[in-house]
């Protein structure tokens, strides 16, 4: 191949490594958003990229998969621009790092495939990572003289060291325990007392995020599972009380609703929603 050629194609990698980066930093962004703004992306119920993104294959050890997306983007870069300083052994770890890869977009299109819906923006992400190892397998194989295996060791060592520290921040920083857990059971009571139903999905990351908040509390909240194949699942009950997005707080008499939020709420906001005393937000 000959050099300039060679160049080209790294810059070509650099090139969708920013936009790849970009789409990642978007997704981390749209995963913390209030459920209630939705993405610029969100097209339907089987088209959506808040769906996917907040749904419970959305995070890997409690840390979002964009991010570790936006940081796969980030070494890429590093190491196309790197190439192209003559340092030939990358090509290599480009490759690998390539696979390594394939095997989050794999994980991702699996995640889609279960939720029966497509984000768009991580469809994306998915089709750069794609390029991206089609044009470092090239590289490589067309690599003449290919360099020896011990100058590729040595060369790749100081990136994994790296890949890994960075790798392990993110992972502990979002394991750090957030303080003494809170005892939620008088509050949960008291809204299922009071008739407040949670009607959810077993695909809703939000929904999954309110019962990590409620813990072992979560027992005493009457939850209604609104998707078909969730379990026990009251569809025709949800359709009935026009939920559209989960969570869906209702409190209703003998079927007739008198107010409803929707989204993540807050154990302060669930009580006066409820109607419960400030008492039931007091540590048991």
């Known amino acids: 191949m000959k050099q300039t050629t060679r160049k080209n194609m790294l810059k070509i990698i650099i090139i969708l490594g920013v936009i790849g980066l970009l789409a990642s930093i978007y997704l981390v962004e749209n995963h913390y958003e209030s459920p209630t703004e939705g993405s ?4 339907g ?7 996917v993104n907040t749904s419970v294959f959305s995070e890997l050890f409690n840390v979002p998969v964009a991010l570790f997306g936006a940081l796969w983007f980030v070494f890429i870069m590093l190491m196309a621009w790197k190439a192209l300083k003559k340092e030939r052994e990358l090509i290599a770890g480009m490759l690998l790092w390539s696979a390594v890869g394939i095997l989050f977009v794999a994980y991702m ?3 889609e495939f279960i939720l029966q819906a497509i984000c768009p923006v991580c469809t994306l992400a998915h089709i750069i990572v794609l390029a991206i190892l089609i044009i470092s397998i090239i590289l490589y194989k067309t690599q003449e003289p ?4 011990n100058a590729i060791i040595k060369a790749a060592k100081p990136w994994v060291i790296g890949i890994i520290i960075l790798n392990i921040i993110p992972t ?3 394991n750090l325990p957030s303080g003494e857990e809170r005892n939620l059971d008088a509050l949960a009571k008291c809204m299922t007392e009071n008739s407040v139903n949670m009607y959810s999905s077993f695909r809703c990351g ?3 995020k309110v019962k990590a908040m409620f813990g072992n509390s979560f027992q005493y ?3 209604i599972e609104c998707h078909p194949q969730g379990k026990n699942p009251e569809t025709e009950r949800c359709l009935k009380m026009d939920i559209k997005k989960t969570p869906t707080w209702i409190l209703e008499k003998d079927g007739v609703e008198i107010k409803r939020l929707v989204g993540f709420q807050s154990p302060e906001a669930l009580a006066e929603f409820a109607g419960c005393p400030q ?3 007091q540590n048991g």
């Open 40 to 43: 610029l992306c969100d097209f």
């Open 206 to 208: 939000v929904c999954a």
């Open 221 to 223: 909240v009457n939850e």
């Open 109 to 111: 299109v699996i995640a």
């Open 146 to 149: 290919r360099p020896k295996r």
């Open 45 to 51: 119920e089987t088209v959506s990229c808040s769906l």
């Open 172 to 174: 502990v920083y979002f």
């Open 279 to 281: 008492e039931v937000l």
